[in-house]
């Protein structure tokens, strides 16, 4: 693999504690993966997909092994360090939305500037600029119930890309979505990919959604399988 490195991991695990004994989500996972790519991690449920993608965006602490994100030690970092780094660097976009429903849909999309320091006026200009890049303009004062599912899900596109992050986490970000807007979605996020050099980690459960990717990382069990 060529390029620059942006994601490492080394023999990650994650263990948690329930009433029945110990569960390795994850057991010992070595990945690189390098700028710009858009790679797909797909798998059957309860295989550790989402518990890859809560351990290496930071969401989630790791039981041992580590984690580099842009060269540093994401686990390294105390929780406001970590949720810092988030902010400026990382953007997410999940299968429910998690829009808030008493906020417009600017509203929405500003909403993490606004957090993070940007004046109201800039924050207000940049969340424009990204409804109207993702085709919703005309529909910026809209409440996410007055959103068809596919525009909702624009909403949470353009909230996870209006602080140009370096990475954008998505936790199956078709699964509400009827066969052609999750089409539609998906060629916007390859576009973005290839438009801004930004690293997109897609998981799904979606052969077709996969295809949309560069490379395809296959889980089982807590494991990654072997390439092929």
Not at 14 to 33: F, N, T, W
Not at 64 to 74: A, F, H
Not at 128 to 141: H, I, Q, T, Y
Not at 158 to 174: H, N, S
């Amino acid at each position: 693999m060529t390029g620059e490195l942006i994601i490492e991991g080394k023999k990650v695990w994650k263990i948690y504690e329930s009433e029945a004994g110990p569960v390795e989500a994850l057991r010992g996972i070595d990945v690189h993966i390098t700028k710009g790519e858009m790679v797909a991690i797909m798998g059957p449920s309860g295989c550790g997909k989402t518990t890859f993608l809560n351990c290496f965006s930071g969401l989630d602490d790791v039981t041992k092994g580590t984690v580099r994100v842009e060269g540093t030690d994401i686990h390294a970092m105390n929780d406001n360090k970590k949720s810092e780094y988030r902010a400026r660097r990382m953007g997410f976009v999940f299968q429910s939305y998690n829009l808030l429903p008493v906020l417009s849909a600017v509203e929405n999309v500003e909403l993490p500037l606004l957090v993070s320091g940007v004046p109201p006026k800039a924050a207000r200009a940049r969340a424009l600029r990204w409804l109207e890049e993702l085709g919703l303009k005309g529909r910026e004062r809209h409440r996410p119930l007055a959103l068809s599912g596919g525009q909702q899900q624009r909403v949470t596109l353009a909230r996870a890309l209006v602080g140009d992050p370096a990475i954008v986490w998505a936790d199956e970000p078709t699964g509400n979505l009827d066969g052609e807007n999750s089409r539609q979605v998906m060629e916007l996020l390859r576009g973005l990919n290839k438009a801004h050099d930004q690293t997109f980690i897609v998981v799904t459960h979606d052969a077709e959604v996969a295809k949309s990717c560069d490379r395809v990382l296959r889980m089982r069990d807590g494991n990654l399988l072997p390439p092929g």
